[in-house]
């Protein structure tokens, strides 16, 4: 039996080191490859390296606008020059942590420098805060290392250089955790998703640290506190509490009964009543520092297996070595494949059924196991589960059949599922696009990259530029580590986000050494953003640049907030190759009022605008912006892609093969259908299609309208909107004229003709009133939508004098910001 030595010769045997002295260095061109990597890593060239044997770490330079990412410290002043950025064991390429900032030190130093030391056994790295900067407060940090340490200490120096007394507060932050606690005066972490097996523990070391000081005139303060970074945060505690003396150390290997490995457990030990977790790595091994006692009690779990709690006895030894036996797994196995037999992305819903509860397979923000889903990049994978009973689904997007099967499990036993799923819908000359959507490097959310290309994938998404916030960056890499090239592909691209107006735009070129890939900063004004992102590094021509879930009464209506119709931002329309009128939720194209009051949201209501009858209102005003749907999605369950899409024009269908100047061309002439569901084709009896103008002498225009839906989608309602109007002649439905809908894969297909009087823009609407997503989403929470879909809208010359958009608000004054509930309560009374 091999058991694990130590913690410092398993990470001695993982890693090919050539250990020396402690290192502190600042990263140059030529040492950019120095930097840890890691999910959450943001080093670039200019900041500085902190290692030793076990571990290496990242502190910012004293650059203009350095921040880890967007999320650290939101606004104008959020910038973290001087804070620790990355902490991670060395060359685990494993950094978990996005900042942490001693005092919550956030808005820029006087310098960061690597601090000359006389003890060449240790290296520092030095942010100094001046009295002249810190408004009379002298504040210095020195982050020093030493080899054994695994992590770092942070020694705080104080003084007052004013004449008045005056307090500071002595608080730390960091963040972002899947788990955070304390267990004495120890604070501990969690990574974002457990199986990253990484964790991090801080505490003072010496005094307690007061929440605040009274500094009088000239007095100076010190004070240090220990960061330390382990497997997990368990192991994390233990190298806090070992520093201090009085422990004893397991070392142990989990195993199933017939001997083999278990790497997928977690390992709860309770400290001062605090459950902390640890896991094991890849050979089942673990070890780490308990408080001094003689017993302590671990408990064993895993998903399909039974937990097991032992007391592990230690009396007089300090050292104990165990192994510890679990049952086997209970799991399903997949083979999942296409029509032709080739395995393909999917998304698994594994639903409780009858008196069993749906299982909990990991965080809303990760694919292989998100709340009660997996998401796969291939078709051959197992999914653990507890003992129960499940119906299982499993679907491919929009375009694909679904399978669903009801599965009993018992303790330790395996059932196989082989599901075939054929492409139902038809799509020829076009593919499914989504234009934003992001992973953790935009900061706002905690998403794996490869987790969000993987939920992209599954969802049989084609064409997704890359849209992390204010970072240019590219899924490229992660799309072939993950062997997805023939399914998937990307630009390089950005959102520019702000307090304000986001933008979406594309392609870039981002150079990774620079602060936020190379990206621009953002302006208040969306003019200024707009022309910045069309023009900036090369202006390419065929450049994509769109606004993200607009509010349409400032942009396009009241710019300024003062209550009156002034057009909004002047020419905005015109700078702009699209906006997203549907963004994650919602689908409020046939609501019929720019809108309406939740009474959900505190007393009397709060007014929600509707952006979608708002561009109706504006496409009459003459603002030829055309719409796109999007996800933004910032989880994998939940807020996730696959619910709205917008397929786009394309001479290719395969996905390796797509021209992305040819979508952007196409997207730029509005050839676009929005959808969250059916597929919608709409031409005239001369072939334009959507975004097209075109014209009718007679005022009589015939739509021929087809709508395809795989099994689990269905539609009840097909609506031909005449700038924006909804003509009653024009609205088909199920009930009233069954006849035009069908039952199969193709709902409706027929040729309608339109009557105009006037130069008209057409919209149809295919919509599902009776019908939800619930099949193909199950617990998330694109279920609720009814499906829908429309097209960009066919712009119809009736007089000759060219298109004269119709100026019609649709009933309703065009809207203004800051409208109270009192007052959209009587303009819908009106």
Same mark, same amino acid.
């Given at each position: 039996?091999?058991?694990?030595?130590?913690?410092?010769?398993?990470?001695?045997?993982?890693?090919?080191?050539?250990?020396?002295?402690?290192?502190?260095?600042?990263?140059?061109?030529?040492?950019?490859?120095?930097?840890?990597?890691?999910?959450?890593?943001?080093?670039?060239?200019?900041?500085?390296?902190?290692?030793?044997?076990?571990?290496?770490?990242?502190?910012?330079?004293?650059?203009?606008?350095?921040?880890?990412?967007?999320?650290?410290?939101?606004?104008?002043?959020?910038?973290?020059?001087?804070?620790?950025?990355?902490?991670?064991?060395?060359?685990?390429?494993?950094?978990?942590?996005?900042?942490?900032?001693?005092?919550?030190?956030?808005?820029?130093?006087?310098?960061?420098?690597?601090?000359?030391?006389?003890?060449?056994?240790?290296?520092?790295?030095?942010?100094?805060?001046?009295?002249?900067?810190?408004?009379?407060?002298?504040?210095?940090?020195?982050?020093?290392?030493?080899?054994?340490?695994?992590?770092?200490?942070?020694?705080?120096?104080?003084?007052?250089?004013?004449?008045?007394?005056?307090?500071?507060?002595?608080?730390?932050?960091?963040?972002?955790?899947?788990?955070?606690?304390?267990?004495?005066?120890?604070?501990?972490?969690?990574?974002?998703?457990?199986?990253?097996?990484?964790?991090?523990?801080? !505490?003072?070391? @010496? #005094?307690?640290?007061?929440?605040? $000081? &009274?500094?009088? /005139?000239?007095?100076?303060?010190? *004070? =240090?506190?220990?960061?330390?970074?382990?497997?997990?945060?368990?192991?994390?505690?233990?190298?806090?509490?070992?520093?201090?003396?009085?422990?004893?150390?397991?070392?142990?290997?989990?195993?199933?009964?017939?001997?083999?490995?278990?790497?997928?457990? !977690?390992?709860? @030990? #309770?400290?001062?009543?605090?459950? $902390? &977790?640890?896991? /094991?790595?890849?050979?089942?091994? *673990? =070890?780490?520092?308990?408080?001094?006692?003689?017993?302590?009690?671990?408990?064993?779990?895993?998903?399909?297996?039974?937990?097991?709690?032992?007391?592990?006895?230690?009396?007089?030894?300090?050292?104990?070595?165990?192994?510890?036996?679990?049952?086997?797994?209970?799991?399903?196995?997949?083979?999942?494949?296409?029509?032709?037999?080739?395995?393909?992305?999917?998304?698994?819903?594994?639903?409780?059924?009858?008196?069993?509860?749906?299982?909990?397979?990991?965080?809303?923000?990760?694919?292989?196991?998100?709340?009660?889903?997996?998401?796969?990049?291939?078709?051959?994978?197992?999914?653990?589960?507890?003992?129960?009973?499940?119906?299982?689904?499993?679907?491919?997007?929009?375009?694909?059949?679904?399978?669903?099967?009801?599965?009993?499990?018992?303790?330790?036993?395996?059932?196989?599922?082989?599901?075939?799923?054929?492409?139902?819908?038809?799509?020829?000359?076009?593919?499914?696009?989504?234009?934003?959507?992001?992973?953790?490097?935009?900061?706002?959310?905690?998403?794996?990259?490869?987790?969000?290309?993987?939920?992209?994938?599954?969802?049989?998404?084609?064409?997704?530029?890359?849209?992390?916030?204010?970072?240019?960056?590219?899924?490229?890499?992660?799309?072939?580590?993950?062997?997805?090239?023939?399914?998937?592909?990307?630009?390089?691209?950005?959102?520019?986000?702000?307090?304000?107006?986001?933008?979406?735009?594309?392609?870039?070129?981002?150079?990774?050494?620079?602060?936020?890939?190379?990206?621009?900063?953002?302006?208040?004004?969306?003019?200024?953003?707009?022309?910045?992102?069309?023009?900036?590094?090369?202006?390419?021509?065929?450049?994509?640049?769109?606004?993200?879930?607009?509010?349409?009464?400032?942009?396009?209506?009241?710019?300024?907030?003062?209550?009156?119709?002034?057009?909004?931002?002047?020419?905005?329309?015109?700078?702009?190759?699209?906006?997203?009128?549907?963004?994650?939720?919602?689908?409020?194209?046939?609501?019929?009022?720019?809108?309406?009051?939740?009474?959900?949201?505190?007393?009397?209501?709060?007014?929600?605008?509707?952006?979608?009858?708002?561009?109706?209102?504006?496409?009459?005003?003459?603002?030829?912006?055309?719409?796109?749907?999007?996800?933004?999605?910032?989880?994998?369950?939940?807020?996730?892609?696959?619910?709205?899409?917008?397929?786009?024009?394309?001479?290719?269908?395969?996905?390796?093969?797509?021209?992305?100047?040819?979508?952007?061309?196409?997207?730029?002439?509005?050839?676009?259908?929005?959808?969250?569901?059916?597929?919608?084709?709409?031409?005239?009896?001369?072939?334009?299609?959507?975004?097209?103008?075109?014209?009718?002498?007679?005022?009589?225009?015939?739509?021929?309208?087809?709508?395809?839906?795989?099994?689990?989608?269905?539609?009840?309602?097909?609506?031909?909107?005449?700038?924006?109007?909804?003509?009653?002649?024009?609205?088909?439905?199920?009930?009233?004229?069954?006849?035009?809908?069908?039952?199969?894969?193709?709902?409706?297909?027929?040729?309608?003709?339109?009557?105009?009087?006037?130069?008209?823009?057409?919209?149809?609407?295919?919509?599902?009133?009776?019908?939800?997503?619930?099949?193909?989403?199950?617990?998330?929470?694109?279920?609720?939508?009814?499906?829908?879909?429309?097209?960009?809208?066919?712009?119809?010359?009736?007089?000759?004098?060219?298109?004269?958009?119709?100026?019609?608000?649709?009933?309703?004054?065009?809207?203004?910001?800051?409208?109270?509930?009192?007052?959209?309560?009587?303009?819908?009374?009106?």
């Amino acid at each position: 039996m091999k058991f694990l030595l130590c913690f410092s010769s398993l990470l001695c045997s993982l890693l090919t080191l050539s250990v020396g002295k402690p290192e502190a260095f600042e990263v140059s061109e030529s040492l950019f490859s120095e930097l840890p990597g890691g999910k959450e890593a943001d080093g670039i060239v200019g900041d500085f390296i902190l290692r030793n044997d076990l571990v290496e770490a990242v502190i910012a330079q004293n650059a203009p606008f350095r921040k880890a990412n967007m999320g650290t410290f939101w606004g104008a002043n959020g910038t973290t020059q001087g804070c620790l950025y990355d902490l991670s064991l060395r060359g685990s390429n494993n950094d978990q942590i996005t900042i942490f900032s001693p005092l919550g030190l956030k808005g820029g130093v006087s310098y960061v420098k690597v601090l000359e030391q006389n003890d060449k056994d240790e290296a520092a790295i030095e942010t100094v805060i001046t009295s002249a900067k810190g408004g009379g407060l002298f504040t210095r940090h020195l982050y020093i290392i030493r080899n054994g340490w695994s992590g770092v200490l942070i020694k705080t120096t104080l003084r007052n250089d004013t004449q008045l007394e005056r307090e500071v507060k002595l608080s730390d932050s960091w963040n972002r955790f899947g788990a955070e606690g304390k267990v004495g005066d120890i604070n501990w972490a969690d990574s974002i998703d457990p199986s990253d097996k990484c964790g991090y523990a801080y !505490s003072a070391e @010496g #005094d307690l640290i007061p929440n605040s $000081i &009274k500094l009088k /005139p000239s007095q100076e303060y010190s *004070f =240090s506190r220990f960061l330390a970074v382990s497997t997990s945060p368990l192991s994390a505690v233990g190298v806090i509490l070992n520093r201090a003396g009085d422990t004893v150390k397991i070392n142990g290997v989990i195993k199933e009964l017939e001997a083999s490995a278990i790497s997928s457990a !977690s390992i709860i @030990g #309770d400290i001062q009543g605090e459950k $902390i &977790k640890g896991y /094991p790595d890849s050979n089942g091994e *673990f =070890s780490f520092y308990l408080p001094k006692k003689d017993s302590h009690k671990l408990r064993f779990t895993d998903i399909g297996r039974q937990p097991l709690e032992e007391v592990i006895n230690f009396r007089d030894e300090g050292v104990v070595k165990k192994e510890f036996q679990m049952s086997k797994v209970s799991r399903i196995i997949f083979d999942v494949s296409d029509g032709s037999g080739a395995s393909i992305p999917c998304k698994v819903q594994i639903n409780g059924h009858g008196k069993t509860k749906a299982p909990y397979l990991g965080p809303n923000n990760r694919a292989h196991g998100c709340i009660d889903q997996y998401h796969s990049e291939k078709g051959q994978f197992s999914v653990a589960v507890p003992k129960g009973e499940y119906r299982v689904v499993v679907t491919r997007g929009i375009e694909f059949s679904y399978f669903e099967e009801i599965v009993n499990i018992g303790s330790s036993e395996v059932v196989k599922i082989s599901a075939k799923l054929e492409r139902l819908v038809k799509t020829p000359g076009w593919v499914s696009t989504d234009y934003h959507n992001h992973s953790t490097p935009s900061g706002d959310n905690t998403c794996g990259t490869s987790d969000r290309v993987i939920n992209m994938a599954a969802e049989q998404l084609e064409f997704v530029p890359t849209t992390e916030h204010n970072r240019m960056f590219d899924w490229t890499p992660t799309i072939k580590s993950l062997g997805l090239e023939k399914v998937i592909s990307t630009v390089p691209g950005i959102e520019l986000t702000g307090s304000g107006a986001h933008f979406n735009a594309f392609p870039f070129k981002p150079d990774p050494k620079k602060q936020d890939g190379g990206a621009p900063q953002w302006s208040k004004d969306p003019r200024l953003n707009a022309i910045t992102l069309r023009h900036f590094q090369d202006s390419d021509p065929d450049r994509w640049v769109h606004i993200n879930h607009p509010s349409m009464q400032e942009n396009f209506v009241d710019w300024n907030g003062d209550g009156l119709i002034d057009g909004g931002y002047a020419n905005l329309g015109g700078m702009l190759d699209g906006l997203e009128s549907q963004n994650y939720l919602g689908n409020e194209i046939l609501h019929g009022s720019p809108y309406r009051i939740d009474k959900k949201l505190g007393p009397g209501g709060r007014v929600k605008y509707v952006r979608e009858f708002i561009w109706l209102q504006i496409l009459n005003q003459g603002h030829k912006v055309w719409g796109i749907a999007v996800s933004d999605a910032h989880t994998v369950h939940g807020n996730g892609t696959g619910g709205w899409r917008t397929y786009v024009k394309s001479s290719t269908d395969e996905p390796d093969k797509i021209d992305w100047r040819e979508l952007v061309r196409n997207s730029k002439s509005g050839q676009m259908i929005l959808t969250n569901g059916p597929y919608l084709e709409v031409s005239t009896d001369q072939e334009n299609i959507a975004g097209a103008d075109i014209r009718a002498a007679s005022g009589e225009i015939s739509l021929n309208i087809k709508v395809q839906c795989t099994d689990w989608i269905d539609i009840d309602r097909v609506q031909v909107l005449v700038n924006g109007e909804q003509s009653k002649k024009l609205n088909f439905t199920r009930k009233n004229n069954g006849g035009m809908f069908k039952d199969g894969v193709v709902k409706f297909d027929q040729r309608i003709k339109v009557n105009l009087s006037q130069d008209s823009h057409l919209i149809v609407v295919a919509y599902g009133e009776n019908f939800t997503l619930e099949k193909g989403y199950g617990s998330s929470t694109q279920s609720a939508m009814n499906p829908c879909a429309y097209n960009n809208p066919i712009f119809v010359d009736v007089d000759g004098g060219g298109f004269r958009a119709s100026g019609n608000t649709l009933g309703y004054p065009l809207p203004v910001q800051g409208l109270t509930a009192d007052k959209v309560s009587n303009l819908l009374k009106k």
